[in-house]
């Protein structure tokens, strides 16, 4: 199986910088995707970013120049860099990994990591 821990939430100012991780671990798998979503209370979870195996980016309208998405493909990482954060981005996020464990596809989640934006 495949194993999605996540680091780097916490409290912040309006204005300020978080770093998000997500580190992949297991035996006999590839990733192709990686992203990151949020959930905030009373609201349905979005795609916050998303990267390819090969660099390729999405991002969502709301975070577009202000957040960053990369990955260490030799490390099974993804990294999320927040930055001008506001309070609306306040949310549990989950990092995504989509690829192939063994012979079959897998789409795992992470357990989610709280981003709390005091104005």
């Known amino acids: 199986q495949v194993q999605l821990v996540e680091s780097g939430g916490g409290l912040v100012q309006a204005g300020g910088s ?44 709301s975070v577009k120049g202000r957040f960053t998405i990369s990955r260490d493909n030799a490390k099974n990482t993804a990294y999320l860099q927040m930055n001008s954060l506001k309070p609306e981005d306040t949310a549990v996020y989950y990092c995504n ?23």
């Not at 580190?23 to 390819?52: C, D, H």
């Not at 990994?97 to 104005?119: E, F, K, L, P, R």
């Open 18 to 61: 978080l770093r998000l991780s997500c580190t992949a671990s297991g035996s006999s798998f590839s990733i192709n995707a990686m992203g990151w979503y949020r959930q905030a209370p009373g609201k349905q979870r979005e795609l916050v970013a998303s990267i390819t195996s090969r660099g390729g980016t999405t991002y969502a309208d």
């Open 97 to 119: 990994a989509q690829g192939i464990w063994t012979i079959y596809d897998y789409d795992h989640w992470g357990q989610g990591t709280q981003v709390t934006v005091s104005s």
